[in-house]
């Protein structure tokens, strides 16, 4: 099984970016996926997720209105469209999977790195 993450790097203040997981030897469809985020020196954050029905989202309060998860089950894709990027959005960006049925299913990609700065 593999996540892997892509899109992301150097942006000014007010930019957007859009970041891919790519996952692969899994039932992708059958899957919640989640984005999360680590800043140097912060613990690991939950930034969004999407349920199995395309329609459950989630967001943290911190980038609701701002970013928009969503994912393509015939591609095995998930998305993160991330706009008007601020400072605080710097971080390690974590694409992560766990089976809907089967909780102890967890999978984790090695991350992208948003930077957002002028």
């Known amino acids: 099984v593999q996540l892997v993450e892509s899109g992301g790097g150097l942006v000014q203040p007010g930019g957007s970016l859009r970041l891919s997981c790519a996952a692969s030897g899994l039932d992708f469809a059958n899957y919640v996926l989640s984005w999360f985020r680590q800043a140097p020196g912060k613990e690991r954050e939950l930034v969004a997720h999407?349920?199995?029905?395309?329609?459950?989202?989630n967001y943290a309060d911190s980038v609701q209105g701002r970013f928009i998860i969503s994912r393509d089950n015939a591609r095995n894709t998930g998305y993160l469209q991330m706009n008007n990027l601020k400072p605080e959005d710097t971080a390690l960006y974590y694409c992560h999977a766990v089976n809907l049925l089967n909780h102890r299913l967890i999978y984790w990609g090695q991350g992208t790195q948003v930077t957002v700065s002028s």
């Open positions: 999407i349920g199995t029905a395309v329609d459950a989202t």
